[in-house]
Structures are given as structure tokens and as C-alpha cells.
């Protein structure tokens, strides 16, 4: 055994982000990809998948 790993901290990521910038345009032009979901539908399928997962979450602590 007496094989060691060592850890360089600056490879270690931030647990907590607090500023996420993208740019699409690398997306439009080699794939022709295009936005097709807006922002307040986002949340929407987030809030859903949210919801339902409380809902099983409450579920299964009743049986």
C-alpha cells in the first residue's frame, strides 16, 4: 500500500458561483444552434421539476 495522492489546491473549484456569463455565439455559428426556451420558461421547468420532487420527497415519508 504506502502510495500517497497529493492535492495542489489550485486545482480545487469554488463551491459557490457568483457570476455566470455565457456567450452563445460559438453555439450559433459552428451548430447552428439557436435559443429556444426564454427565461421565464426556464424557471417554469425548474420551479415544476422543484415541485415534483417535494411532492415525491412527501410521498415517501408517508409510506
Known amino acids: 500500500m504506502g ?11 469554488p ?3 457568483d457570476l455566470l456569463l455565457s456567450d452563445p455565439s460559438f453555439a450559433k ?3 447552428n444552434w439557436s435559443l429556444n ?4 420558461q426556464l424557471v417554469g421547468i ?3 421539476f422543484d415541485l415534483e ?3 415525491l420527497c412527501k410521498i415517501i415519508l408517508l409510506i
Open 53 to 55: 420532487k417535494v411532492s
Open 37 to 40: 426556451v426564454g427565461f421565464k
Open 29 to 31: 455559428k459552428k451548430f
Open 15 to 17: 463551491t459557490e458561483v
Open 3 to 13: 502510495k500517497r495522492v497529493s492535492i495542489d489546491p489550485y486545482f480545487y473549484q
Open 46 to 48: 425548474m420551479m415544476e
